[in-house]
């Protein structure tokens, strides 16, 4: 079994019931296994654009497939529970991305991990600190404290 942290995130509808769905959901198929859960965080949008406030949390959890077949798997659960096409960046009824997977490096087939703009992300680093406070980014070597306090903009991130 291999370690992962992944983020969620949506603006659309329940969004807390939107991702304990999606996380049952990929419980019961078999995907993740010993699920946790950060608390759940309200920001505005990256774009600064008048769009719905987010909700994000984070997800540690164990799988057992490999990269690829974890974002087919995750990708299949976004559409399965109503995610639409809507643009980068646009309203979402939910958004899962990988963001850590065993501590690995890895750059294939459109896959980058650990997720490329995570250190730019209050809405990715404040959920994870909940869960793996002492995390450290494998490709910069930067701690997780240490991308939270180079954040240039936290987009008024807050505890729900």
């Known amino acids: 079994m291999t370690s992962v942290i992944l983020a969620l995130g949506g603006n659309v509808g329940d969004v807390q019931s939107t991702f304990d769905s999606v ?92 997720h490329p703009h995570m250190a730019e992300r209050s809405f990715v680093l404040f959920p994870m600190k909940d869960l793996v406070p002492d995390y450290t980014n494998p490709v910069n070597g930067l701690t997780l404290k240490e991308m939270i306090d180079d954040l240039n903009d936290d987009l008024e991130i807050r505890p729900v």
């Not at 859960?37 to 600064?48: E, G, I």
């Not at 799988?63 to 087919?72: G, Q």
């Not at 990708?75 to 991305?97: H, M, P, S």
């Open 23 to 114: 996380l049952r959901y990929l419980q019961d198929i078999g995907v993740l296994e010993k699920i946790r859960l950060s608390q759940t965080y309200r920001s505005r949008s990256l774009l600064r654009d008048g769009q719905p406030d987010y909700y994000n949390c984070a997800c540690s959890a164990c799988t057992n497939i490999s990269p690829p077949e974890l974002l087919n798997a995750l990708k299949e659960a976004e559409r399965r529970f109503g995610r639409q096409e809507t643009g980068r960046w646009r309203e979402r009824v939910i958004d899962i991305d990988i963001i850590d997977y065993g501590g690995d490096v890895i750059n294939e087939d459109g896959l980058i991990i650990p």
